[in-house]
């Protein structure tokens, strides 16, 4: 199973999503999020993805991790992965777009669920409310959940 991490940018009572503009799950408001390279650490690569993705410059200390999601796909099961999640509440710079994503800030009683992807509301409230979670969730062919479970 693949490591892969996201970020959940939030200041100002304001989250930062993004629409992909390319590949998987283009076309859908998210976080920046990737695998890690070789020999990278999860925060090494949550630097590095925020950077490419948004432009925005974090430090380690900004990172306060907390969460895991175990995305299962049994249709294509390469594409599973643990993602390991950081809610960020400090930056520099201003987001900007880029090749891969185009941000934009949102406010956290006005998330845009459905123009995201279709598990977000199962565990999105829960990190911007700082509850610990760990949740396994499949998707079937058509991005569809087809099963969820609370591990923590």
Do not use: Q
Request: hydrophobic share 45%.
């Amino acid at each position: 199973m693949k490591l892969t991490n996201l970020g959940i940018v939030i200041k100002d009572s304001k989250i930062l999503l993004c629409m992909k503009k390319r590949w998987f799950w283009a076309w859908l408001l998210n976080s920046a999020w990737w695998k890690l390279e070789a020999c990278e650490s999860m925060e090494d690569c949550m630097i590095r993805e925020l950077k490419e993705e948004t432009n925005i410059d974090v430090k380690k200390e900004w990172l306060d991790f907390a969460w895991i999601l175990f995305f299962h796909f049994p249709f294509n099961p390469d594409w599973s992965n643990e993602c390991h999640l950081f809610r960020i509440n400090d930056f520099s710079w201003v987001p900007e777009e880029t090749e891969e994503m185009k941000p934009e800030w949102f406010d956290l009683d006005n998330i845009p669920y459905e123009k995201m992807w279709k598990d977000d509301p199962i565990w999105l409230p829960r990190i911007i409310d700082w509850e610990y979670i760990e949740y396994e969730i499949s998707f079937d062919k058509d991005w569809n959940v087809i099963d969820y479970k609370k591990l923590k």
